[in-house]
């Protein structure tokens, strides 16, 4: 089954400072999707990427795909507290018995300090 | 964007009875629904996804009488942990998908977060 791994695993930055989550997926990637998550909460839809080369942007946030290295990468600008949380990265898993559903990573907790 | 709700938002129930969640997509229609179960610190894992007018299709490893799922129209669909236990307890997420553009997005609910005493 297709394994999604995030890097790193947490993050603490100073406001203001950019950063950078990476996602690898084991498998040939079909669609890949950004979602934040704060605790105890749902999942807040950031992006989705289906194309190789694809690069969007929300905001601050940008993420790109490299299909080739079957790897996203989300950069935030510039961060500030309200960008503090879990982010999770979702793929969908070729031949699924569950159609288009999801594969998540373990998420990138990030805290930003003041 | 578009709106899924859960209900209830916590639930904290005795071991052996039985919960029932509500996921509802509140301005759209959705033909396919996703259950997913969260622990504590891991990421979210797939459950089974629910099709309105069939039987729901469960992932290896998922109890399909334990964890009953109905999606009785194309807003509702319902998960019902049947004779809870401890081990049951979870943040428990629905997401219902829409294609638009050609692109396909899927939304989550605000989660259920169960407690099994």
């Known amino acids: 089954s297709q394994e999604l791994e995030q890097s790193p695993q947490s993050l603490i930055v100073q406001e203001g400072k950019n950063l950078t989550i990476n996602c690898t997926s084991s498998?040939?990637?079909?669609?890949l999707y950004w979602y934040k998550q704060k605790y105890g909460e749902g999942l807040i839809f950031l992006m989705m990427?289906?194309?190789?080369?694809e690069e969007k942007s929300h905001e601050k946030i940008t993420a790109k795909l490299d299909e080739k290295k079957q790897q996203s990468s989300l950069h935030i600008t510039a961060s500030q507290p309200s960008h503090a949380g879990i982010y999770l990265c979702?793929?969908?898993?070729?031949?699924?018995?569950?159609?288009?559903?999801?594969?998540f990573g373990k998420g990138t907790s990030l805290l930003v300090t003041p | 964007g578009a709106v899924v709700s859960q209900h209830p938002s916590w639930v904290i129930c005795k071991s052996g009875t039985s919960v029932k969640i509500e996921c509802r997509s509140l301005?759209?229609?959705?033909?396919?629904m996703f259950w997913y179960r969260q622990f504590p610190k891991q990421s979210l894992m797939l459950m089974a996804t629910?099709?309105?007018?069939?039987?729901?299709?469960?992932e290896q490893g998922v109890e399909k009488d334990k964890f009953l799922i109905n999606h009785a129209s194309l807003t509702l669909s319902t998960l019902t942990v049947t004779s809870a236990h401890p081990e049951d307890s979870s943040f428990y997420i629905c997401?219902?998908?829409?294609?638009?553009?050609?692109?396909?997005?899927?939304?989550f609910g605000p989660g259920t977060r169960l407690l099994v005493l």
């Open positions: 629910s099709n309105e007018g069939s039987k729901a299709t469960y």
């Open positions: 498998k040939t990637l079909y669609g």
């Open positions: 979702g793929a969908f898993e070729a031949n699924s018995n569950s159609g288009y559903a999801l594969n």
């Open positions: 301005d759209f229609q959705a033909t396919t």
């Open positions: 997401s219902a998908g829409i294609l638009a553009g050609g692109e396909e997005t899927q939304y």
């Open positions: 990427l289906q194309k190789g080369g």
